[in-house]
């Protein structure tokens, strides 16, 4: 492969396989357009699929080009050979593949992208014989896959005409309204109908401006509580998410019995999985225009919407509250947040409002590691662009080499590790359970700014609320990478 | 799983899932018994499979068990969930299940400890439902199941009278035979038979005295090379490795001509596979005791056998051949030896002999990130013995994370990392296929005594050969795990 | 299952799985509805695969239902029980699942249904098992899933320009036209452009009336012969088929230099598979109606198209073009017909023409024994329409017991057995690959009527090119299924 | 494939692959040895996999071969190529392998024989794209892999101790037995304990000669019947049988309370699944061996057997009692028996005894369609000795096709279809659980005399008693194939 290796590529190295993964899915989010990784056989592909999992449930078009032993060598099953190589990665690749003969590779490649393309984007593979490098082939024309489309104009009028005559209309907005560019026709569409907007669970990205008039909050990933936030409207619309996203199980009715629900999706499969509701299959994009080309304005009066939350206090130990709040108020201008803190998802939701389009990343599969490494990928992907990751400890452990990829490409990235000395999450989950004590859930005696500084970053700790400010200035000020590592009181976490 | 946690179940924690699971492969052959292993749905089973790979290529009899979302939840493909479970961490394990009912999981997971340990030994994986963990089921009857199993005799006899009436007979010995306690008596069958022994290629374990007169090298795994070694001998006798192991491709015979080759092998796949010689399916400790019992002492002269590399110089920058050298100096009595350092394996070949069943430990699959979660679990397993890993500094960035367990549980393990700033086995096979400069093989910057130091170990950093014997040493000393990082030549590295 | 079975399901027997599901794929395709198939476990489903494979290729929207053994007895992997019955069907399946609880039965067959349904069509797969059929479980709500979805207006309105400005545009049409109900568009589109009207190679359903001024032909199923019937046009739009789908290789250019082609396909897999031209993602109904709604009428002057072949003459031994010619002759008004006589598809196409929407139905797979049992869905679907199926001899005997269902069932169905003693295609292929004889290619010996008759079908046999009209007259009078023999010249077959 | 077609090479043709794949793995079983089955790709695989699912569980060493289509076209999904080809036949194949380079095919060819014929044997899968047949490679050396092996000495030791000092030991017996050639052996070995012989269930092959004084009958597939059955043995010892084979769900205990059981298997996947007992490894003709060497001769007295079943009366309508002993009674000397009439095995085992090894064949699977055909493939292996098939008419419907084959190759088979006019095996298992009437059940109307006829073969129908005896005797007479129907009552039906 490296044999005369194009001066105009620029190969982006990485540590360890699910870095570099998620590295490139932060990358091709962040410029919406298909990144290629390139990762050893077997042995590599083996540290990938986490982070494959999670571009997976991203819908983050990933193209992965793994090597594969020499074709004549296969037989006798060598060193590093990958024994049936599309099977590994699968079930999250969209198409996983090995041409047949060298002579296919090229084409092989082109399916490839333009699979990893349509909606709902993915990941794909392709596993190639290191041989194959070195044959000779017949070159791919270049074609065009238009990855757009358009609704059934039939339903499409149902869902307009119950829109129009709802008495309290909801949109429940999912990732794929950012990642397909339909942020602003999507406020247009909810100032037109007056409707309240709440945002689905566990996006990704997010898809309304948080300190909207007509923002009502995030949806709970679970059946009963969810139901219970939409049970006031009469019509709810879904853009661009499942209908719903769950994490913990709770019984109970999936909508409330008085309320018609639709649902606008590209992905196939959400539609047919859908428990209840009249689905409609588009591109999210051309399908939010349509409707808003539509739908007329609204007399109906603008709807309620709940109280913010109030200014968290600094007192120590340094809460989640305080330390989202102190991150938004130092937040610089026109920076990206990366996050991935799930103890703090809820101080988060309440005190950083995100917006802007392409403003948030985060994981969408609940597997850790993601947001470091995709820090490093969107940094490279938006340069210079200021870039902030805000990490949990032991998210950040997962994948902690990404940091020498920041410190070698000297991307302008602040990480901020909230570091309470454990699993928080799963320690709040428990007490929910009412399990007293989880084994293994404490992650004591690790040195963030030693590990830091190891990777070749600049780094500093903070252990009082008054000196968070301050200390993430000096981190966004800097013009490399630097990583604040904020002590956090371990017993304060909460979930849901 | 963790409410009615039992006291006396003992949870070795990590950081990362590969980490996790190459600690259990270490703990596992460590013991010579199966190693249970705990991991999240697909978030974190994805981060398995790189050292799942590994596992299956070190026949190690590993029972992962991974949690899955409450079967309720299961219909709306939740947060988390595990899609096509079984699938996930296919093609390496030897059995994959998912129970249709909580019932079953105490029988599953008695096939699966029995399929694990069944030879060839190997990984097997099994999903749990979340809510299973509440049911009440029928307790499992304890059982056994012999996993031993002898050779046919009559093609036993057939290879006793080939090796009897052989000229210049091989033995060719794999890491099954220490795998299944058959040192001693391979010992005693080289010597009755002053057979010469090659050691196969690429193998985990050792299954020979490398200070015997009658050990031989190791064979390289390169078609034409391999059988060169092998040229002057009338009968070859494979025992536990397959025919053969090899790396990089090359045209020509599996062996010459003249060359009668037999195999004793555990594993079915591998005597279908072969393609030369006859091949016999027995457990080795079975096969060589039989075959020991049955052929008679011979009066064969002894066999010549090339003389030893010489000493190794001390010269600065410092080389890897007098590393080992002097690694094998100063090395405890005792100790065990792990290793993962692509870059010196010609080094460690020639200049660390391991003399003893249980004395060495390294990776069967060339996937990286083994030797260090695997000092861990040897550690573990054999605790007080002193452990000592030496490692690359490319591979031991794949899982460094492994540092933290060693520290909070006091592990005695001395980490040598051997630093060339770089991939250095990489360049050597560039450099060997004639191309001149790869892409993302350097790996310069990272300061290993901070980030030891970081995740709560001592460290130190040599840079001189005079100082290597004293800091080696003051590591062994130390009671807890200790890191040095031994600074290389960076452009010495060799390959076959 | 059969436990209080309703009073108004209608349950259509077969005698094995593979004539099962191909009467089901003919009853969906006929019906434009899903159709359910229940089969047994493992021992029935192995005998579809040759069916399920085809109605994936036809497109078929098939719910195939399978029981399992009792969820309490998997463990003991008892007798009759599918192992990993999910992936047993695989990879012909959109979809296939066992569901983890009985409780979410039928959910699962809810999404199968809307599955099965989206475009393109086709079989999906449920495993239940037998004890779930006793469990008590919530109603499924009924939902709507809308599928059809119209083309990106961008892309689309590039097509339509290159369509008004072509000099000698052409169609190349495929079975997704009648598929989705689009043949009355599709004609005016024709006119409306003047445009040439190919059909593709192999489908399983006509697309445009073969007696239409614009019809101009089938295109061969090789890759260079295909681009050479279409190297007069400058601009090509494929719609609803493959670019392209070839049987034998031929080297050569996909499509002539200075042709452009677009492609409007349902199928996104098409898409990114193509190796030319731009694709363009819609249901085929929406997409030529919007199209159509687009263009305007040309000026552009009527196309040339070749001479229709003269009609065969009636000499003995009785050929395939005289054959297809009488059955043309003789079809009674607004019959349908069923084709799968591959020795003799040249003849069909030069003399049968079909010519209205719903009129024919072929395997598109190219697996033997279609044809009979779909004849008897077809049937079922649209009593009491005549359904005429013309059948080779080979194809026939693959399924003959399809027979008995016609007449238990009393079905109007005329089967016409094109008996050339022989596989005459593979015969002919051999030939145009230069090998002498192939073994096992005759199949003499059967005498139909006697298998009609012990099937409980009438029958007749003919062997004078004279007598034929007046057979199959006799054969389409009759009120229930009449089997016509047609003994015809054995080593006059030809391919492409 | 047919270029330079061997002359020696002898063709079997059928007329399905359902067909083929049975005539082989009863040529396969009749031989011990490989059978080669030469399939079509897609189109043709899909019809086999209910006859390889039949072969797997039949233990039979089959080598699938299927074409596909040329490399080249496979980037354009050609027609009749098969995708994920290796997965279509899966899971119940050993080894599916499409070889990466024509050059491969030989050595690929050389693996799945020694699959195939490893234990236990099973089938395999070959997919050879069709341009690979083309390719000069390098042949392959003939080699050897042993496939027997014997058991762990020191359990094969504890399980003889267990034996000699048994009470009323007792022997169950499976299909391995007579595929392995250890029918004597077995006979020696229950003899020297003074043992009882149970026969295992549903097995394909009996082990044990039923009209020995030690023969106790057939064991049912039910839980706690088969466990009351042997409740009065102290030590049970389970030979080439699983522990054990349902087929209707009982709960209740494996074995009772005071039971030990052993089980010596030579399948590693039987002996972890077993719920109970203490399984040893070994092939069975050389466990069976070293377990007759080592015992002694018991002073044991012998065992009280239940006497046999009463002589039937020849009343009409012909009951399945008076049918089997007449069978029995006319039975020409040295004939083999194939049988697949689900509703008269009680009949079977009562009144058709089975004293010689190779003398019986049947399904295992329990899936229809495999006694035709594998009585072809019997005939043909062991010509010119005579083959009786004794089906029910269900089941012959499934692949009547075979009475063609039979009819081409002139051999000496008597086909006697037990018609009792329906699946009377599932109406009797629906009467068992209390269903009043199942749908498509009643298979009338079918005339298999004509049937056979229009085959090619001779044929008779009996409808009294009186005239069965006359019937078979003309059948077996016969130099050719016959088929004899004899009409059953169809309410009498029973199982277990």
Partial sequence: MFRDWPADFHYAPGLQESVVVAMADGFAQARRAPALVNLHSAGGVGHAPGSVFTAWRNQSPLVIVAGQQTRAMLPTDPFLCARSAVDFPEPYVKWSHEPARAQDVPLALSQAIHTALQKPCGPVFLSVPEDDRDALTEPVVPRTVATRFAPDPVALEALACALESAQRPALVVGAAIDQDGAWDDLIALAERLNAVVWHSPMAGR?????????????????????????????????????????????????????????????DAEQAARAPVGSSLFAS????????LARVQATQRPAPQIAPRPVVPTGKDPISGEFAMH???????????????????????????????????????????????????????????????????????????????TAA??????????????????????????????????????????????????????????????????????????????VRMNPNADTIY
Same sequence: chains 1, 2, 3, 4.
């Fill in 206 to 266: 997010r898809a309304f401006p948080q300190s909207h008039r007509l923002f009502a909050g995030f949806l709970p990933p679970l059946r009963q509580p969810l139901a219970h936030r939409l049970a006031g409207h009469d019509v709810v619309l879904v853009i661009g998410a499942p209908v719903f996203l769950y994490h913990v199980h709770s019984e109970g009715e999936y909508v409330a019995p008085g309320t018609r629900l639709f649902h606008l999706t590209d």
């Fill in 284 to 291: 999210i994009g051309l399908g939010v225009a349509q409707l």
């Fill in 326 to 404: 102190t991150l938004r108020e130092t937040f610089p201008a026109n920076a990206v947040l990366v996050e991935e803190a799930p103890s703090h998802r809820n101080a988060l939701h309440d005190h950083f409002r995100v917006d802007r389009s392409g403003g948030f990343y985060a994981c969408a599969s609940g597997g850790l590691g993601f947001a470091l490494p995709a820090a490093v990928g969107v940094a490279l992907a938006q340069r210079p662009r200021k870039v902030v990751a805000v990490v949990g400890d032991g998210s950040s452990l997962y994948t902690i080499q990404a940091l020498w």
């Fill in 408 to 485: 070698r490409l000297a991307l302008p990235i602040t990480f901020v590790i909230l570091d309470n000395s454990g699993y928080g999450a799963v320690k709040a989950l428990g007490a929910r359970m009412g399990i007293g004590t989880i084994p293994g859930c404490d992650v004591q005696g690790v040195d963030f700014v030693s590990l830091a500084r190891g990777f070749g970053c600049r780094a500093s700790c903070v252990q009082r609320a008054e000196d968070l400010a301050g200390a993430l200035g000096e981190a966004h000020a800097a013009d490399g990478p630097w990583l604040v590592e």
